[in-house]
Structures are given as structure tokens and as C-alpha cells.
């Protein structure tokens, strides 16, 4: 976006996603738009569709990230294979209603049988792998700090 706007922008080390945004808007923005960032579409944003993290890449489709005020979307539709419901709960959950009932109470990580621990989304033997997760995708990770 700084580089179709002819802009040199270079944010500080370590920002919060909120100090970054305002600065990006206060040197790229008017009145609350990044115009070049219409129809932008680049290797980092934008990625072909994958049924699963393994299968080939839909030379037909892609997959564009989008940000709004700060928050990244993710998907909304159910997580169960071939499911596009949408989710029972779009703050953190990943089945739909149907999927939820009969899986919503099991360990998340793909075929495991076991119940999950409260308030985890993991069963015992997945709680390293979970508390990773959580590590890996909390704001202090994310915003470098």
C-alpha cells in the first residue's frame, strides 16, 4: 500500500496491532480509507484455496485475508469436513450446530476420540499441543512482544 501510494512507511519495532493501525492510517489513510489497498491482491494476502492443509492447491480459487479495524476474520462456516454450515458460536467455536452436539465435547485435534478437558479445546494427551496453540495465537505473540 505505501509503495502505490509513494510512501515511505516504516512502523517501529514491536508495536501493538492498535499503535500500527493508527500510524498506518495517519500516513496512508484519508479520512479512514487506504485507497491503494482496493483491488490489492499479493503473494502474502492472498493464497489458493486447499481443501485440507495437504491436498494440492484449486488453481480456480483463492483465499484473500481481510483485516477490519484491526481483527483478522477467520472462516465462518463449520470446521467438519464438508460441512458449510455456519457456526453454532462465531466467538472461538468451530462447529456448526449439528457438528457441535456430537463433537463439540471431544479433544479438536483432527481424529482424536478423547473428551476434552474444561475449558480447553483438548483432551490429556493434546494439552502441550493446545497450550501451544493458545501461546502461539494470543495478542502479546502476535504483536511481537
Same mark, same amino acid.
Given at each position: ?5 509513494? %510512501?515511505?512507511?516504516?512502523? #517501529?519495532?514491536? +508495536? ?11 500516513? +496512508? &489513510?484519508?479520512?479512514?480509507?487506504? =485507497? ?5 491482491? =499479493?503473494?502474502? $494476502? ?20 481481510? %483485516? @477490519?479495524? &484491526? @481483527? ?11 460441512? !458449510?454450515?455456519? #457456526? %453454532?458460536?462465531?466467538? &472461538?467455536?468451530?462447529? $456448526? ?7 463439540? /465435547?471431544? $479433544?479438536?485435534?483432527?481424529? $482424536? ?8 479445546? /483438548? =483432551? ?13 495465537? !494470543? !495478542?502479546?505473540? #502476535?504483536?511481537? /512482544?
Amino acid at each position: 500500500v505505501a509503495t502505490a501510494s509513494d %510512501v515511505n512507511f516504516i512502523g #517501529l519495532d514491536r +508495536l501493538s496491532i492498535t499503535a500500527l493501525t493508527e500510524e498506518a492510517f495517519a500516513k +496512508l &489513510g484519508e479520512n479512514g480509507n487506504i =485507497c491503494p489497498s482496493h483491488g490489492h491482491s =499479493c503473494s502474502e $494476502c492472498t493464497q489458493p484455496y486447499r481443501e485440507t492443509q495437504d491436498s494440492p492447491p484449486h488453481e480456480s480459487a483463492t483465499v484473500k485475508m481481510v %483485516v @477490519i479495524d &484491526g @481483527i483478522v476474520m477467520g472462516p465462518q462456516h463449520c470446521a467438519y469436513d464438508n460441512c !458449510s454450515n455456519t #457456526l %453454532v458460536n462465531h466467538r &472461538g467455536g468451530v462447529f $456448526c450446530n449439528v457438528h457441535n452436539q456430537e463433537f463439540g /465435547a471431544r $479433544c479438536h485435534v483432527r481424529d $482424536c476420540p478423547n473428551q476434552k478437558i474444561n475449558n480447553t479445546q /483438548a =483432551c490429556n494427551e493434546h494439552q502441550e499441543m493446545w497450550h501451544k496453540y493458545n501461546l502461539e495465537h !494470543s !495478542s502479546d505473540y #502476535l504483536n511481537g /512482544a
